[in-house]
């Protein structure tokens, strides 16, 4: 599903990825876990497309994704790739159901066809009614699980999360790690995890470190 291969990443003088060599199967559930400033989020970023690195490939069922150009590759990344940040990055003007449409809204599908999907999934993650809610009146755990349904909108291959419990309490924590088990064993995604939470990486099938820039 997943292949890292030699990944580099500098910024200026600073190497803070240096050869980086990861293999991820379809449906694996894999932890990443390492001190502030050891590369971890700069790797699930690379992995992510978000950032290209400064050598190396990362394929994507035997897709090089590196090798696109920029339009194709923000396509590929919003069809296959679902995201779930730390602080939920919704957006605080639009409502739970509008936030979950939004990559659909990209993708420029029709609304008869996203909203219905995006209701459904809300609904199977227990927010039917907090549907026209915005951020603000949404508790942590219910603002996570929102992001949740963003990542799952378009059906992706991968769910990557960056430190997704960072900001929430012991029972939303708990409730965070049954719901990602819960993705997986429902909707058959990938799942990538950078976390500072012991609880958290102990769902997983592998734990990886990296330290100073390379997996150990």
């Known amino acids: ?10 910024f200026g003088e600073l190497e ?3 050869g980086v060599n990861l293999s ?20 699930l970023q690379i992995i992510g497309t978000l ?3 400064t ?7 035997g ?22 940040f730390q602080f939920h990055q919704l957006l605080p003007e639009f409502t739970a159901l509008e936030n979950v449409c939004i990559p659909a809204m990209i993708a420029r599908e029709k609304e008869a066809d996203y909203k219905p999907r995006a209701e459904k999934l809300l609904r199977d993650l227990g927010l ?3 549907m026209n809610h915005k951020p603000n009146a949404l508790s942590g755990g219910e603002k996570q699980r929102v992001a949740a349904a963003r990542a799952l909108m378009m059906a992706p291959d991968i769910i990557l ?38 609880e958290l990486a102990n769902i997983a099938d592998r734990i990886i470190e990296i330290k100073d820039g390379v997996i150990k």
């Not at 190396?56 to 069922?61: A, E, K, N």
Request: no cysteine; proline share 2%; net charge positive.
């Open 161 to 198: 999360a960056d430190e997704p419990t960072g900001s929430l309490d012991t029972q939303n924590k708990k409730e965070l790690s049954e719901l990602l088990l819960k993705l997986r064993k429902e909707y058959g995604q990938t799942i990538l995890l950078v976390t500072h939470d012991k």
């Open 128 to 130: 039917s009614d907090r």
């Open 16 to 18: 803070v990825l240096k």
């Open 51 to 53: 950032d290209r690195p």
């Open 24 to 43: 991820v199967k379809k449906g694996e559930i894999v932890a990443i876990i390492g001190k502030s400033g050891a590369g971890k989020t700069t790797l």
């Open 63 to 84: 897709t090089d994704v590196f090798a696109m150009k920029d339009k194709d590759l923000a396509a590929f990344r919003n069809k296959h790739i679902g995201f779930i």
């Open 1 to 10: 599903m997943i292949e890292v291969k030699n990944i580099g990443k500098s």
């Open 55 to 61: 050598k190396g490939q990362v394929l994507i069922d």
